[in-house]
């Protein structure tokens, strides 16, 4: 049988188990990224691991979250991590240089390669043909160490692209068009692979807005082949020589197939609160605009910028709108300068901000009471922005900047003929500020500022467990839900006992008090519980006040790998009608907890106010052995 993209990446790198679907296996990691607000914590525990020096081919420390510098916090947890890259042997990317995916995808990203990153958009690499994962700070720190990543061998779901994008469509539409069909949870224990005549018509840039945007599908990670166009964006950065074609096989297998015809695609539109939540643009076109965002992971590159300019190079921003762009990375800056678009935006009215997250994470750019802001982004989970009750759509560059010009939600076809767009042969590098690895670090002091706390110390799993359940939450929670960001909370990363002061704050501001009373703390939750950001703080913080499980209809992947690494029992119900009988504040029983889980049964039993409730551990004997030992560090020591 042949094989697909994702199996000729995999097939190499295993080091453990069989491409068996459903059956866990462990890979190789050639490359690792993090970024400042997971990065921190994941430095922490690498240190905690004790290894002098990182064992990949190349890992990269990016600062690109925490640039608000209201008081010192960030200011230190970005010369923490600078120390950290000099002593450990990593690339450094300082704030302002950019977005770690974008500059991942320009500098150091290579097709066949696997990248894991502590941010649940690494899966951007994929547009170059390399299985980009997003996983918790831990695995990732795991990785630095040499360890390969343990994961369940996913299914293959098959994206056939034929036609081409019409003007005034783009690639954020394809995959809207995908969240729109298969929604939020549609991924869950797939790689979304894309295939098909369609696929050669998008260049990496637009692939990579495609498979970064993919992490909201639950999606193990999305992936492109890598082709001539590979090979045309890894020539234009000066990085021709790490290219290699890696194409699906003619009668590759694929377990699912969705089939898009591209050219019948209209701009499209993610209304609030849910990204999968997509319209054609034209059903809420006329509703006016407060703010509009262009930038994040998922739409900042050269291309989207230069497209943003050359449309407003005729026209101007309404008086109306707040419209701002956070460019990608130094080098999508330095080359709209080159190409005169820089001083076109500044003409146009917009506000140009550095490169980085910004408003993506909810630092800075919060939209005022009342108003809808339409952004480039991937994620517009209620609350998110900073500002309760928001109103964000998330759209195309080409929808967002017909926005900015008529103060409208906007169908863009309407603003005429779609400008010429040419982007250069050979890009400027603009990587003049990436820090490459010392040949010896061993002599440099890793400088730690007051606000960095010690990894906090977890007891291994209880004999029997008696506590109560805390609190009982619906479906598609989000970590955003659990451990909020924002420009007041994420500052505190990097000390746990502080950030524990925020969980589950949006969904009931007196939860923390009620888990610190308690002896023992469990969360009900239903489908799709804990989709969206990697950051494995949202069961770090959890577990330091005390919860130890965690018992919902379905799990996201990465949060469910978070809670086995932080000793939480990911539990599921075997009979999903049980969720409705649980009331929040029911006493919670488990008589021989730790003998009930080391004995490998996949069944265990809970008991709810005195009532039996049958659950499912779904976890590998290596998962087992972390969750009896309260945490993976503690089981790698
Ligand atoms: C996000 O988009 O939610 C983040 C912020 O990039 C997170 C990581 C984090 O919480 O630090 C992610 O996507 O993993
Ligand atoms: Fe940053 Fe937003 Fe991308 Fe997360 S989704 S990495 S916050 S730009």
Redesign the pocket.
Known sequence: MGKTVTEKIIGPHLVEGEMDRGSEIAIRIDQTLT?D??GTMAYLEFEAIGIPRVKTDLSVCYVD?NLIQSDFRNADDHRFLQSVARRFGLYFSPPGNGISHQINLERFGRPGATLLGS???TPTGGGLGMLAI?AGGLDVAMAMAGKPFYLLMPRIYGVKLVGGLSPWVSARDVLLEVLRRISVKGGVGYVMEYFGPGVETLSVTDRAAITNFG?ELGATTSVFPSDWQTKKFLDSQGRGEVFTEIIADADAEYDEVLEIDMSALEPLIACPTSPDNVVKVSEVAGKPVGQVLVGSCSASSLRDLMLVARTLETREVSREVSFEINPGSRQAVENLVELGGYATLVHSGARIHQPG?LG??GMGQAPATGTISLRTF??NFPGRSGTVDDQVYLCSPEVAVAAAVTGRITDPRELGDFPELKLPEKYLPGDQRIEVPLADGSGIEIIRGPNIAAFPDFEPLPEDFAGEVLLKAGDNIT??HIMP?GARVLPLRSNIPAISEFVYNSLDPDFVARARNSSGGMVVGGDNYGQ????EHAALAPRYLGVRIKLVKSFARIHKANLINFGILPLTFIDPDDYDRVVQGAEVEIAGFRQQVSSGGDEIIVKLDGVAVRTSLAVSERHRQILLAGGLLNWAR
Do not use: K, L, Y
């Open positions: 970024q607000a997971t979250h941010d649940s958009h997003g992490a997250c993506c994470i991937p994620r970590t955003d960001a969206g950001s990697s950051r």
